[in-house]
């Protein structure tokens, strides 16, 4: 596997005070043709995220249309997504489209935490949150912080889904266990968590983020993530491969992609969204400072 980039497709600007900085978690939604809205989280200059947009031409590799304001915004002091929202991928239920999303709290004198929302995107492409209460939350399996979701829907109807759960702020060596964890459903609706999905190994990845999953049960299952080793490097991309979609193998060596040599992302690359297009797989990933330099566009090579 090999993945050719081609360079820094958004660089952030300050269109609005909510989004003063960053383009992390790019999402893209195919609107017509070639081109893709790209929805990313932004920052405020408190570092609290809220959604915004752009519209790209992924075959001329261009932006075309820069929107100037959020389309959703953190939530009030006290609620679960009070210091940001990070997104996740869109999915379809009984004609409705969803994206769940990471939202980030930070408790005035305790460690920062995550839950899982939902959004719904309305048919002009607007977002609107499903409910107050978290759509996931902590329980005996994911006891500390939950993280950005990925969901998608099987040949028999099933619902899968792959999110991250914290283990331990600190497994040891200054690095927080931070595991990509599974869950199913029959409707979409209602959840049955599996428990680890992606075997970690402290030292070498232990610290994932943003799951990315493309397959099927016929041809197996690929997943791009995000991930820290805990011996000091910051984010890489990493691969990992099922047969089934529920037993995992950690394959990082094979993942194609890495930093470069100078420029926007030659000091980490992280958060990827894979996706296909007219007969090519394509990544959207972020670089630099956890998405302050924007996301580029990578294109796997044929084999």
């Known amino acids: 596997m090999r993945w050719i980039k081609h360079g820094q497709l958004y660089c952030p600007e300050a269109t609005h005070p909510k989004l003063a900085s960053h383009a992390a978690n790019p999402l893209a939604l195919l609107l017509d043709g070639d081109v893709y809205r790209v929805f990313y989280s932004g920052r405020d200059m408190q570092n609290r995220s809220s959604v915004g947009y752009v519209d790209v031409d992924v075959v001329k590799r261009e932006v075309i249309y820069i929107h100037d304001q959020p389309i959703f915004e953190h939530g009030p002091q006290g609620s679960f997504y009070s210091h940001g929202v990070s997104i996740g991928n869109c999915y379809e239920v009984d004609g409705c489209r969803y994206i769940l999303f990471m939202g980030w709290q930070y408790p005035p004198d305790g460690h920062w935490r995550g839950d899982i929302g939902r ?3 309305d048919s002009d492409l607007s977002l609107r949150l499903d409910s107050d209460e978290p759509f996931i939350s902590i329980d005996e399996i994911d006891p500390v912080s939950l993280s950005y979701p990925w969901v998608m829907r099987d040949e028999s ?3 899968r889904m792959w999110y991250g759960s914290t283990v ?4 040891g060596n200054g690095e927080m266990l931070h595991v990509i964890n599974h869950a199913a459903s029959n409707n ?4 049955q968590r599996g428990g680890l999905a992606i075997p970690y190994r402290l030292g070498i990845a232990q610290a994932f983020s943003r799951p990315s999953v493309i397959g099927n049960r016929s041809d197996g299952y690929q997943m791009w993530f995000s991930y820290r080793s805990g011996s000091g490097e910051k984010y890489r991309i990493g691969y990992a491969y099922s047969r089934d979609g529920e037993t995992w193998e950690l ?14 992302d030659s000091e980490m690359i992280e958060y990827p969204f894979v996706f296909d297009h007219k007969g090519q797989r394509l990544m959207l990933y972020n670089g630099n400072g956890n998405g302050k330099t924007g996301f ?3 294109v796997l090579e044929n084999e």
């Open 119 to 121: 959004l719904i995107l």
């Open 296 to 298: 580029g566009i990578a």
């Open 188 to 191: 979409g609706h209602h959840w």
């Open 251 to 264: 394959r990082l060596d094979e993942v194609g992609i890495d930093v470069s040599s100078d420029g926007w």
């Open 157 to 159: 109807d099933v619902y």
């Open 168 to 171: 331990t702020w600190d497994a």
